[in-house]
């Protein structure tokens, strides 16, 4: 790519035909009709890829979120998760404290974005889940999520990543300091469970949750979870194709 930075990734025209899974010719049609983000260099089109994942975000909301929702239920390798966790949803420097203090910084980012109306109320269904049993796992890992997602309202699925480097005491089931926390915000069960696995899969790793926890910015945390993500969604769409052709 021609940037540094993985928000600042450019995309060639095919290259976005491929990211979205449709023909070139559909994505050039959409150009000529300034449908979807773009701009020339050198008379070629170039897509910024922060600016097609908020474009989809965007087409994700409104009557169009259950489109999103059922694609991430029927067709899960077809949604990366670089279009759940923008760079926004990243937080470099979780501050130690007790769950509630935890989590309500987990939620901010989603409150900035306006995807959740009432704060203290998506508080309280996170700490009631938290409540009947912890989402801390082990190897410094935890999934807070609501009990029930259909008693939320989101406009589109997407996960926080926050990052507490020293650790802190979360009640994890290992009884080990958790340092990783993925807030899951769905109203879908389906979805809701499609990530837990997905980024269950991603942390198998050998040594990425150490990599995550030390990296020194935004642009490293997106790299290394996105890359795994990556081959991850690969795996599943080959394993769709062939399971199709059967």
């Known amino acids: 790519m021609n940037s540094n930075s993985r928000g600042e990734e450019l995309l060639t025209l095919s290259e976005v035909a491929a990211y979205l899974k449709i023909a070139e010719k559909t994505v050039h049609r959409m150009v000529q009709k300034d449908e979807i983000p773009c701009f020339k260099v050198a008379s070629q089109w170039r897509f910024q890829k922060e600016q097609i994942d908020q474009w989809i975000r965007g087409k994700m909301k409104g009557p169009a979120q259950s489109a999103g929702s059922r694609l991430l239920e029927t067709t899960p390798h077809k949604v990366s998760l670089s279009q759940l966790i923008t760079r926004d949803f990243i937080i470099m420097d ?73 650790g802190c005491d979360y009640a994890a089931l290992d009884g080990q300091p958790t340092c990783l926390f993925f807030l899951i915000f769905s109203d879908s069960v389906t979805v809701h469970l499609r990530l837990t696995s997905r980024i269950n899969r991603i942390l198998l790793k ?29 795996l599943d769409e080959e394993r769709f194709e062939s399971e199709g052709a059967l």
């Open 94 to 166: 979780v501050k130690n404290g007790d769950k509630k203090a935890i989590l309500s910084q987990l939620v901010t980012p989603l409150e900035k974005a306006k995807m959740v109306d009432n704060r203290e109320t998506y508080l309280e269904k996170l700490l009631f889940r938290e409540n009947m049993i912890t989402t801390g796992l082990a190897k410094g890992v935890a999934l807070p999520h609501v009990r029930n997602p259909q008693e939320i309202q989101a406009p589109f699925p997407a996960v926080v990543l926050g990052i507490c480097r020293e």
């Open 206 to 234: 050998e040594g990425l949750i150490t990599s995550l926890i030390k990296a020194s910015s935004v642009d490293e945390v997106m790299e290394l979870l996105f890359r795994e993500d990556e081959e991850i969604r690969k």
